[in-house]
C-alpha cells in the first residue's frame, strides 16, 4: 500500500459524510451487544485494489474488530473469492461496511481496467498513462490503483512537472516564449521539474524539435498516420524527446496508436470513467 499522509483523514471525512448524528437503522435493529463475523466477496472477475483502505475503514470505526485480509492489492479474483473477513461488534460491521466497499469498488475497477489496457499493449514498449481526471480528494488513492493495474502514473498534479498545454502556449504568445518562461521560472526558483509541451500538428511539432528546451512531447488528437511520422521525425531528431499520444484514444485504436513506437500512450478514462468491480459484504 502506498503512504498516503491523509488516508486517515480522508475515510474518517467519508465515514461522516456517510454516518452523521448516527446509523439509525444499525442502532434501531442491532443490540450493543451482539457479534458476528461477515465476509467481503468478489462477485466478479478482477483485479484487486484498496483492500488496505477497506481494512483501516473498520479499524477506524472499531479498533476493536479483527479484519482478516486473505487476498491483497494487486492480486487477481473471480467471482466467488473471499477477500477478507471481518469478525466483532455486528453493528460496527455494518456501519463501516458501505464505505469500506466503496472504496474498494471503485479503486478495483479503475485497477481492472487498466489491467485489461495494459494486456492490450502487450509485447510493446509503449506504456499507458494515467491523468490528473481523478475525483477530487481521491487522486493518490486512484493513481495507486491504476498502478496495482499495471498502469504507469503521470506527474501527481501540478507541481511535480510542468506541462505546457496548448491554452499556456496561447496565452504565453507562443511555443518558444512559453518554453524560454518556463525554463527561467524554473532556474530562478531553483525548480527541477521535467517540461513536457503540448503540439497539435507538425508544424508545431517542428517548432518545439527546432527550439529545444523540452524532456517529453505531447502529440495531441494526431491521427495514425501523422503520429507515426511525428514519432519517426522525433526519434530521428538528434536530441532525445519522450513522446507521448493523447486525446479521443479507445479500445480500437489502443495498440494501433501504440504501434507508433510512441513512448507513452494516456487515457483520462482510467480513472474518470470506470465501471466499479461488485464486491459485496455478508454475513458468514
Known sequence: MMQIENLDELIKM?????????????????????VGTAKMVAKQEGILCGAEVG??????????????????????????DIIMTVEGHSGSILTAERTAL???????????ETHRMVQMLDGLDTKLLDTRKTTPNMRLLEKYAVACGGGTNHRIGLYDMV???????????????????TRNY???HGKNLKIEIEVR?????????????????????????????AVSRIKSWPVHYETEAS?????????????TEVDFISVGALTHHIKSLDISLVKK
Open 247 to 259: 486525446g479521443g484514444i479507445t479500445d480500437e485504436t489502443l495498440r494501433p496508436y501504440a504501434e
Open 186 to 188: 524554473l532556474k530562478e
Open 102 to 112: 466503496n472504496f474498494m469498488q471503485r479503486l478495483s475497477g479503475i485497477a481492472t
Open 14 to 34: 467519508a465515514l461522516r459524510e456517510d454516518i452523521g448524528d448516527g446509523d439509525h437503522s444499525t442502532l434501531a435493529c442491532i443490540p450493543p451487544s451482539a
Open 55 to 80: 481494512e483501516r475503514v473498520f479499524m477506524l470505526v472499531d479498533s476493536t474488530l479483527k479484519v482478516n485480509l486473505l487476498k491483497h492489492d494487486g492480486n487477481p479474483v473471480a467471482k466467488g
Open 201 to 229: 500538428n507538425l508544424d508545431e511539432l517542428q517548432r518545439v524539435l527546432d527550439h529545444g528546451g523540452v524532456n517529453r512531447i505531447m502529440l495531441d488528437n494526431f491521427d495514425i498516420p501523422t503520429l507515426r511520422e
Open 163 to 181: 506541462m505546457l498545454k496548448d491554452n499556456h502556449i496561447d496565452f504565453a504568445g507562443g511555443i518558444e516564449a512559453a518554453i524560454d518562461r
